[in-house]
């Protein structure tokens, strides 16, 4: 609804004074409007993907005592367990394996790893 109304108001996205007909409006103009528009999904999107990387690195750092202690107890482990075991990340273990450095039993679609083979690869590269 218009109506007589001026109220003055600063642009949302320019700053600059303007005077509103409607208690609801945010821009001077449409243009400013749009860009405001676009700035805000720019900005939520940035904000989605920034959420979605801290998720990430979370869930990468999870390793709790627990955890390292059920592994210690393992004979056979899987490529992740492994990985943690040895202290290098999941990827370069996979790198290894796949060039040849390091023997796995493939079980299904799963690499395991006998801890002493484990063992006695980590000593032969000492
Ligand atoms: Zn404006």
Known sequence: MSSNMNILKNCAYCRIEFFAKKTTTKTCSDNCAKRLYKQNQRNQKI????????????????????????????????????AILINISALTLRRWVLAGKLNSVKVGKKHMFNRSILSAFIDSQI
């Open 47 to 82: 904000q989605h993907t920034e959420t979605i990387a801290e998720i990430q690195r979370n869930n990468s750092t999870l390793i709790t005592e627990a955890d390292i202690k059920v592994i210690q107890c393992k004979e056979h482990l899987t490529l992740k367990e492994a």
